[in-house]
């Protein structure tokens, strides 16, 4: 932590580098001695006592000098915020005091009119991203501008924390922007004017992983920026073949979280995890056919990380999925009960587009009795497998009979297995999360 943030300023007050340095009671004895000093302010930056310590990560001269009522909302030359700089540096312990203190996450920078959640993005401290995202659920924010809003601010030039995350290689914080609300089709053109959206980003800096998500989470692969190229075409550009290859507009489209079915964004996070592991493994069996035309290797560091099926094909003593016959039943529908594996599960609820016609996306129905499903839970005699299946552990725990599911559903699942291949799934998608119940119906 010997790490200082002054940048070799040389401090004209002794305050500033006890500050820094964490010497906790020469800080006290000098504020005691003299309250004035916690008015002055360091550098050409005007950077208070306050910010070095959240910079810093000075913990407890940051708590003491909050006790001592000084705003935590303080401004530097640039409008920084302490929480800015806390996040800057992924101090988090700091951005969680800080906010705990009632700090305002919808502050401004003057450098490019970024807030905190912009700076959390771009530096890419995912921590930190939570903590803010929490803290806008309950804070006035939330009341005065909207969550949705917030998590799609603009900087000066346009770009949302989405931008910046997708432009910086942070695949973590692109994922938890998503997941809470981020617009994947977001532009930096406003007022109709065609700009970059952050698949633009993730393609010039060649983040397969980004690029990835993003699709996943029904990024457009035809939107133009303001030159007009698409992002395959910016791929190319700057030699990135393994994300051209993802991005071509001519390549399979990838499987899409259902985000607009009510159920999924209600999932509980053990069937959330469950089901978007499986996505990832589907998009990833699509990946490999269009890479292997073009890379020889795959360079991805989530290959190796996300295991392989054969845990499935180990574990002797469980059910296996009525409709695949090959995955592990992980997945109940509720309220019937019937189970299925993720991938199954998933497949039925990306294979329906919405309907421009009904205001709501019709929810997808059971492939065993066709009741409507309501929600998705983790089965309960699988809950060890999202947890890396452990096989031992299940069989303690009495299972349900699954036969019925055979007799019961013989005709209906059949169609649904015709369809267990991914790659069918979906036709061209908008990826304008809001928007996508409006767009067009993709019958079978
Ligand atoms: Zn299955
Ligand atoms: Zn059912």
Known sequence: MGQKLSCGVHHE????????????????????????????????????????????????????????????????????????????????????????????????DSLRRRTCLHYAAYYGHSDCLKAILLAAHSSPVADSWGFARFVNIRDRNGATPLHLAARQRRPECVHILLDNGALVCASTGGYGYPGSTPLHFAARCGSLDCVRILLAWGADRFLLDSSGRIPYTVALKHKHRACAALLNPSSAEPLVWPSPLKFISELCPEAKALLEKALLEANREREKTLLKQTIDT????????????????????????????????????RPCGHQMCAHCSLALCCHKKPDPNSPFPSAPLCPFCRSMIIQLVVAENNLSIGAEAEPESSPAKPRRSRKSNFSEGSSSFKGLSAMGSFGKIGGRSSGKIAAECNEEVDKP
């Open 13 to 108: 007050n002794g305050l500033f580098s006890a500050v820094e340095d964490g010497e906790f009671e020469l800080v006290e004895a000098m504020i005691e001695e003299d309250p004035s000093v916690l008015e002055q302010t360091s550098g050409h930056g005007r950077l208070s006592a306050l910010h070095l310590a959240a910079a810093n990560g000075r913990i407890e001269i940051l708590s003491m000098l909050l006790d001592r009522s000084v705003n935590p909302d303080i401004l530097n030359r640039y409008k920084q915020t302490p929480l800015m700089l806390a996040v800057m540096h992924g101090k988090i312990s700091c951005a969680e005091i800080l906010i705990r203190a009632g700090a305002n996450v919808l502050m401004f």
């Open 298 to 333: 795959f360079p991805s560091p989530l290959h190796s990380e996300i295991g392989d099926d054969d845990n499935a094909s180990e574990v002797t003593d469980v059910e296996l999925c009525c409709i695949c016959f090959d995955q592990v039943c992980t997945i109940e529908v």
